[in-house]
């Protein structure tokens, strides 16, 4: 984790889950780390949890703000990219409701897509010129496995993770002659508060799909994403499982449809 230490870390969605995980991770390591997330009390709350991890590094910035407001992140991001420049940007914030694409209302498909996607590209957009300006930083986009492989009911999730994935394809072609890297990173269901919400609401034909692949934890995830980043991987799949299905479906997608098929007309009956 050398790679991170003295570094100034901005990581998004960075009070509980994944961004969590891995702003526990990057503490102990000795990076500087600012976090964003909409819910103020969860981010003081982590804060003072990140804070009594270790005192070596600066105190924990925070700052409440939906990613999706392109003004308010302009705003704040600026007045703390004066107070210390951005290193590296983890964008791992984002907002998922499973449901069939006629039973999901027109709002939720389109904050999903907005927070997920344009979330992201908001902002980059501010923290992109200091780092240009530098010639030195790192993107990292924390995508899905429902960003490899689409699954049934999430039309609009995996679209928005399938959007992430065509901009970070594109966007580490821009940046190569600014010496400015990027990753994205896909992670199979992780066990997080969110999974939590998703199982809720999930569809029968999902929960068939999702009941074969054992979630893993954030901690995994958050180890998985560090060490692909310092490494300078631009495609990170932490599990083997997850890299398995991805591969038999780039090879043979016909094979693995009608395995998943077959889950949807067994959970149908």
Not at 57 to 83: F, N, P, W
Not at 87 to 114: C, K, Y
């Amino acid at each position: 984790m050398d790679y991170f230490r003295n570094k100034s870390v901005m990581v998004t969605g960075g009070n509980s889950g994944i961004g969590l995980a891995t702003a526990r991770l990057l503490r102990r390591a000795g990076a500087n780390l600012t976090l964003i997330a909409r819910d103020e009390a969860k981010l003081n709350s982590a804060r003072a949890e990140l804070n009594a991890i270790s005192s070596a590094a600066a105190d924990v910035r925070t700052a409440s703000l939906d990613i999706k407001e392109r003004e308010q992140v302009a705003e704040v991001v600026q007045g703390l990219i004066a107070e210390r420049p951005i290193d590296v940007l983890i964008s791992n914030a984002g907002v998922v409701m499973p449901g069939r694409f006629l039973d999901l209302p027109n709002e939720q498909f389109d904050d999903m897509m907005t927070t997920n996607f344009l979330g992201p590209v908001n902002l980059i957009r501010q923290v992109l010129p200091s780092m240009i300006d530098r010639r030195s930083g790192h993107v990292a986009f924390v995508s899905s496995f429902a960003g490899l492989i689409g699954i049934y009911g999430y039309t609009a999730y995996s679209a928005s993770k399938f959007a992430i994935r065509g901009f970070a394809q594109a966007f580490r072609c821009e940046m190569q002659p600014h010496n400015v890297r990027v990753s994205v990173c896909y992670p199979p269901d992780t066990e997080t508060p969110q999974l939590d919400f998703e199982d809720q609401h999930k569809p029968v034909e999902t929960k068939a799909i999702a009941g074969n692949v054992k979630p893993v934890t954030a901690e995994y995830v958050a180890t998985a994403l560090l060490r692909g980043m310092s490494g300078n991987k631009f495609q990170i799949v932490p599990s083997l499982s997850a890299r398995i299905q991805e591969l038999a479906y780039r090879m043979m997608p016909g094979i693995a449809h009608s395995f998943f098929d077959s889950d949807v007309r067994k959970a149908g009956r």
